[in-house]
């Protein structure tokens, strides 16, 4: 018994010095690795600024991850280069097919030539009778432009940058359990683009990597800068303004957007 008692006592007097010395060891180990990281961070931004091949190997590391993680997981996304792209839906009894067509700009060009080209892919807006089955989306450098109706305006009216922002869309159906949310580049935020007929929803709906249920019971919830709430069902749209972002109807062909 008195054995016993020895050697707790020698433990409880040894065991407060053990964990002294353990903490003052991960202590260090902690402060070296904080340094090694800060070390390496430093360095890796020095050389990504200074050095154009290490900054284009990065790159091209991240847009290799990128890509194989969503062609894993099935996920569509935007080609690099400048493109049109012409979104059509069909509508089949109960279901609704998906199609589009990239047709990438191969020459060099500048806002106004872009805009002359682009007109050029008007032919099936004109020639498709419901204005909710259709949308040209295109893009210049980090610009979208969104058109379901063709509109003839100045080129700096097309590419004047609304003082509007979105701040959150949601795309909610009666079959769903869950929301979507969908991500609007900042870059569609321009005047007189035409977000949110129902063949641009499906098309965000395609390029995101949630379940979700499409026909034309959905319901787009969006909240603005001015924290207004504005909602969208079918046979609506969102047109951008300078100043405002605002809901209309779609029109046909013969008529014009207000």
Same mark, same amino acid.
């Given at each position: 018994m008195l054995l016993v008692n020895r050697m707790i006592i020698n433990y409880n007097s040894t065991f407060p010095y053990i964990? &002294?010395?353990? %903490?003052?060891?991960?202590? #260090?180990?902690?402060?070296?690795?904080?340094?090694?990281?800060?070390?390496?961070?430093?360095k890796?931004? %020095?050389s990504y600024n200074k050095y154009g091949w290490f900054k284009l190997t990065v790159d091209k590391m991240k847009r290799y991850?990128?890509?194989f993680i969503n062609y894993m997981y099935n996920i569509k996304t935007y080609p690099e280069y400048n493109w049109h792209n012409t979104i059509r839906i069909v509508k089949h009894s109960d279901t609704y097919e998906y199609n589009e067509k990239y047709e990438k700009i191969t020459e060099k060009t500048n806002e106004q030539s872009f805009m002359k080209g682009m007109r050029d892919f008007y032919h099936p807006l004109y020639n498709c009778e419901n204005k909710n089955y259709i949308c040209l989306l295109s893009k210049f450098n980090?610009?979208? !432009?969104?058109?379901?109706?063709?509109? $003839?305006? *100045? &080129? &700096?009216?097309?590419?004047? #940058?609304?003082?509007?922002?979105?701040l959150?869309?949601? $795309?909610?159906?009666?079959?769903?359990?869950? =929301?979507?949310?969908l991500i609007i580049p900042k870059t569609m935020l321009y005047c007189h683009n035409q977000l949110? =007929?129902?063949?641009?929803?499906?098309? !965000?709906?395609? $390029?995101?990597? *949630?379940? $979700?249920?499409?026909n034309e019971q959905y319901k787009i919830e969006i909240m603005d800068s001015d924290v207004n709430m504005l909602?969208?069902?079918s046979n609506q749209y969102l047109h951008i303004y300078k100043d405002e972002l605002k809901v209309q109807e779609l029109v046909s062909n013969n008529e014009h957007i207000q």
């Open positions: 964990q &002294n010395i353990i %903490y003052t060891v991960i202590t #260090k180990l902690l402060d070296y690795y904080s340094g090694a990281v800060v070390f390496l961070e430093d890796f931004t %020095y991850k990128h890509d980090d610009i979208f !432009c969104v058109q379901h109706t063709p509109i $003839y305006l *100045k &080129n &700096n009216d097309i590419f004047e #940058k609304s003082s509007m922002s979105i959150s869309v949601t $795309y909610s159906h009666p079959s769903m359990e869950e =929301n979507i949310e949110f =007929n129902s063949a641009f929803i499906y098309h !965000c709906l395609q $390029y995101q990597d *949630k379940p $979700y249920v499409f909602e969208i069902s």
